[in-house]
């Protein structure tokens, strides 16, 4: 069973700062040392007003993690194969309206960083856009 983060305020803060620098979700995770979905957790909380009591930062708790010390790993294949940017790729174009029709505070920083991954992502593998069949576009 997972364990639950405790959100110290100084956690909090530092949240709502990058946040308001237009961090995406993901680069704020990783600056924190946190899992994705612990921050967009409480990212949706705060937004829903559905912070429970156990989620109220509480002075004389510890940040997690504490003495902890994490190294960073090598890599050693590339970061995404062909097949991979591909895929992602496809499921952005496919998905990328009904996301910005959907979303409530969409930030203009994070639909710049979402449409430059895009191109990146349809030049290294190939894909073109508007091809819907994986034959067609691979032409």
């Known amino acids: 069973m997972a364990t639950k983060t405790k959100w110290t305020p100084e956690m909090v803060s530092r949240l709502h700062e990058l946040r308001d620098r237009n961090w995406t ?13 612990v921050v967009q957790g409480r990212i949706n909380r705060e937004r829903s007003g559905k912070l429970e009591i156990a989620d109220v930062p509480q002075p004389d708790t510890p940040p997690p993690f504490s003495g902890m010390e994490f190294q960073e790993q090598e890599l050693t294949e590339e970061l995404l194969t062909k097949a991979e940017a591909w895929a992602i790729a496809d499921f952005i174009e496919f998905w990328i309206l009904d ?41």
């Open 99 to 139: 996301a910005i029709r959907k979303a409530d505070g969409l930030s203009s920083v994070w639909l710049f960083n979402l449409v430059r991954a895009f191109d990146k992502l349809c030049a290294y593998s190939g894909y073109k856009p508007g091809a819907f069949d994986s034959e067609e576009a691979e032409e």
């Open 25 to 37: 979700v993901l680069e704020i995770a990783q600056e924190m040392g946190l899992p994705f979905e």
